[in-house]
Nanobody, 118 residues
Framework: QVHLVESGGGLVQPGGSLRLSCAAS????????IGWFRQAPGKEREGVSC????????YYAASVKRRFTISRDNRKNTVYLQMNSLKPEDTAVYYC???????????WGKGTLVTVSS
């Protein structure tokens, strides 16, 4: 069974921090590009950040650049999203995606809710 499970969401005050985790089971993340996406109420899902399987290069949406950091630990088969200086507009369900283009494989987790509110 292939699973991606996100964790680490919750309620945090503006300016606070959270670290999201995306743990894979049933497959290894080594060859996958991992992306974090989010979907706020009433809005479309948007890409937040991703990290390459080839060279570890990273991408960040302009709205989270310099506040969020993506990293991967292949030994733990887990990817992280460190979120600092959180804003109310960061409130959303955050999803993890694992994508391997050459193998035609694409997996999604079920999401974890992040709420930024005072």
């Amino acid at each position: 069974q292939v699973h991606l499970v996100e964790s680490g969401g919750g309620l945090v005050q503006p300016g606070g921090s959270l670290r999201l985790s995306c743990a894979a089971s049933g497959f290894t993340l080594d060859y996958y590009t991992i992306g974090w996406f989010r979907q706020a109420p009433g809005k479309e899902r948007e890409g937040v950040s991703c990290i390459s399987s080839v060279d570890g290069s990273t991408y960040y949406a302009a709205s989270v650049k310099r506040r969020f950091t993506i990293s991967r630990d292949n030994r733990k088969n887990t990817v992280y999203l460190q979120m600092n200086s959180l804003k109310p507009e960061d409130t959303a369900v955050y999803y993890c995606n694992a994508h391997w283009t050459l193998a035609g494989r694409d997996y999604w987790g079920k999401g974890t809710l992040v709420t930024v509110s005072s």
